[in-house]
């Protein structure tokens, strides 16, 4: 489950991903520089395919155990959102390439929004998609992506190898549903009616994803929709959830709690295309009602940007169990609330004074805010090693799940 926004602006446009999973599934943060290679396989997650001689630049955020990843940017200023689509499909668990795989591919081949749709809908033909995409459980599904960049925006639709899609007039949001009928730019059929012939209904309809994108659209639908609308946008809960957020919530909010049934929101990313500059913003933990969306750099291996997989997981397993302190009641919430918004309001006010995200005075931004959000999470020590040393102060529906976390990271599962 995900929700994925965009929103063209005057002087760009503002992107936004909740990637919703597993609760124990580590969502890493992870820069790939451009890379040159003779090799001539690529092993994704399931299969191999003919590489490329050349990679671009990707920042990534991925789930743990899988080659491709949920959201990301490249170099060229490409960015791409991916959600879970339930459709009559029934080829689903041959494995082939995942939703995800397709995502990373098109962010390390594609130097535009049109060249990265090019490349998915070919490697979709080619190879299809398939295979089991849950860390815990068995989870089959296809995918939809929404793909932008400076100029321009896509979104495509999928079931099978069959495709449709179109270009963004001024903002979309997709959610765990099909949307495409008639108002479509190209397909692989005639596209007539794609989302009503293809769409599972039962499983789109308990996944929650109408209210979802509803939530969705009607903040889209501002007129001066901002940067800090994005992370509200993103922090919205269904009015119903709100008094039972951590014992029993729902697939209705788009910032996901996780049911005895659903997923729950693992990590979150917002770009801002300011000018001529891109600023882009990533939590690097789950619940970004209860996370800082901090200011990040392209290409610079500054929290939560990291270049090793270990690394990545050991911030986000760190910020995951402060996460569960507070399930537990062991932190005081109205505190830690006040000192995250304060925290917060400070890097957007400070962010408005740079025009140019690759000036050494924004890096050293990137880095204080890097450092003082490290200082806000240590306040909270010891109540994150007295829930690591004692867990029944959970509520049930968390108890058992954080027994398990931090176990398999990166095996994942096979059907």
């Known amino acids: 489950m995900c929700d994925t926004l965009y929103k063209k602006t005057k002087t760009g446009y503002i992107f936004g991903k909740n990637s919703d999973r597993s609760p124990n599934e580590p969502n890493l943060v992870l820069f790939f520089p451009r890379r040159k290679t003779k090799e001539t396989k690529l092993m994704c997650t399931y299969i191999k395919i003919p590489q490329v001689p050349e990679t671009c630049a990707v920042l990534l955020v991925k ?19 991916n959600e879970a689509v339930f459709t009559k499909n029934k080829d689903k668990k041959q494995e082939r390439l995942l939703g995800m ?34 860390f815990d459980k068995f989870f089959y599904y296809d995918n939809s992506f929404l793909i932008a960049d400076d ?26 549903r099909l949307s495409l ?58 009015p119903k959830d709100e008094k039972k957020l951590y014992t029993k919530g729902s697939v209705r909010s788009v910032c996901m709690h996780k049911t005895f049934l659903g997923d729950h929101t693992t990590g979150s990313m917002v770009v801002e295309r300011r000018g001529k500059e891109r600023f882009i913003w990533i939590t690097g933990s789950s619940a970004p009602c209860l996370s800082l969306f901090k200011p990040v750099a392209f290409g610079v291996l500054e929290a939560p940007v990291f270049g090793e997989s270990e690394a990545s997981l050991n911030y986000w397993l760190d910020r995951e169990w402060l996460q569960r302190a507070i399930y537990a009641g062991l932190v005081d919430e ?4 006040r000192g995250l918004i304060e925290l917060e309001e400070n890097f957007l006010e400070e962010a408005k004074r740079f025009e140019d995200a690759s000036k050494p005075d ?53 059907h």
């Open 63 to 81: 789930p743990s155990w899988m080659w491709g990843a949920e959201m990301g940017i490249n170099e060229y200023g490409v960015v791409i959102g």
């Open 101 to 134: 795989d397709l995502l990373r591919l098109g962010l390390e081949r594609g130097k535009s929004a049109k060249e990265a749709l090019k490349i998915i809908i070919s490697l979709l033909e080619e190879f299809g998609q398939g295979g089991n995409c849950g």
């Open 151 to 176: 100029e321009e925006a896509y979104v495509l639709e999928t079931s099978g190898k069959d495709w449709v899609f179109k270009k963004i007039d001024d903002h979309y949001n997709i959610s765990n």
């Open 181 to 238: 009928n008639e108002n479509h730019t190209a397909s692989s059929g005639d596209g007539k009616g794609f989302a009503s012939k293809n769409s599972d209904f039962l499983f789109t309809y308990f996944s929650g994803s109408k209210l979802r994108q509803k939530s969705g659209c009607d903040c889209l639908a501002k007129v001066d929709f901002g940067l800090e609308d994005m992370f509200a946008a993103l922090r919205r809960h269904h």
């Open 334 to 337: 109205e505190e830690y609330r």
């Open 362 to 414: 924004y890096l050293e931004f990137v880095r204080r805010a890097s450092k003082k959000e490290k200082e806000f999470i240590e306040r909270y020590r010891r109540e994150i090693e007295l829930l690591k040393n004692d867990i029944d102060a959970l509520p049930r529906l968390w108890r058992k799940l954080t027994g398990r976390l931090g176990k398999n990271l990166f095996t994942g599962m096979r």
